[in-house]
């Protein structure tokens, strides 16, 4: 089955204290991206992907790190987290082919983050 | 810059009343426009997409979505929403051209349904 797989789904944390989600997808897409939802905002792009070694960042980069060492994998780095990054993320991953910008989203089932 | 405005926050409808979901987007380019829907709990997931064509497009469980360029809109409707439709729904572009390859969603919208 074609999905994008995050995890963990819940995470509680203290300040400071440096945490890694995963992100993995299984569809060979190039794109990938990750994204916090936060109540009355939508979605914020954080960073994203074109491809293997080549990231760039979003709307609301600061205090985040990703990586991008395999296709599949896309893991969103917090190394110090701080409370007013508790929120709800999400990974997700688009096909290139055909133009990128024809390609819908495929969503992970999210990370819901609470840093204290 | 570019960004999408979804028009209302919250909607409470009855089972079987018409919806109409508001999405305006500021944007000159070539744009291919979407709708995501987020069951509660859930992942996002796309109801619907524009690309090119009939500006009325028709995406899974009734409903549709029409593209009017002059007003840089699209609207999402379905004639007689169900308790199952529920959710939160998402109005997003991507923008072709803007070098940062990225999508642009609207806030969102809460319909709840009452049975």
């Known amino acids: 089955e074609a999905q994008v797989t995050q995890n963990p789904r819940y995470l509680i944390t203290v300040t400071g204290k440096k945490l890694t989600v995963t992100c993995s997808q299984n569809?060979?897409?190039?794109?990938m991206s990750w994204y916090r939802q936060d109540p009355g905002l939508g979605l914020r792009q954080i960073y994203y992907?074109?491809?293997?070694?080549?990231?760039d960042k979003g709307d609301v980069p600061e205090g985040y790190k990703v990586s991008r060492k395999e296709k599949r994998n896309f893991p969103l780095i917090l190394e110090s987290p701080s409370p007013n990054q508790t929120s709800l993320y999400f990974c997700?991953?688009?096909?290139?082919?055909?133009?990128?910008?024809?390609?819908?989203?495929?969503f992970g089932n999210g990370t819901r983050l609470t840093v204290t | 810059a570019q960004s999408v405005s979804q028009h209302n926050h919250h909607v409470i409808l009855s089972e079987a009343a018409s919806l109409e979901l508001g999405c305006n987007y500021s944007?000159?380019?070539?744009?291919?426009l979407f709708w995501y829907v987020q069951y509660p709990g859930q992942h996002l997931q796309l109801l619907l997409k524009?690309?090119?064509?009939?500006?009325l497009v028709k995406g899974i469980k009734g409903f549709e979505a029409e593209f009017i360029k002059s007003k840089f809109s699209f609207n999402l409707r379905k004639p007689s929403v169900q308790w199952s439709d529920t959710a939160e729904y998402f109005c997003?572009?991507?923008?072709?051209?803007?070098?940062?390859?990225?999508?642009?969603f609207g806030a969102g919208t809460r319909l709840f349904v009452k049975a």
């Open positions: 997700a991953s688009r096909a290139s082919e055909g133009g990128w910008y024809n390609s819908p989203l495929h």
């Open positions: 569809m060979n897409h190039e794109y």
């Open positions: 992907s074109m491809n293997v070694e080549v990231t």
């Open positions: 944007y000159g380019g070539t744009v291919n």
């Open positions: 524009y690309f090119s064509g009939d500006p």
């Open positions: 997003a572009v991507n923008a072709a051209g803007t070098g940062g390859f990225k999508t642009i």
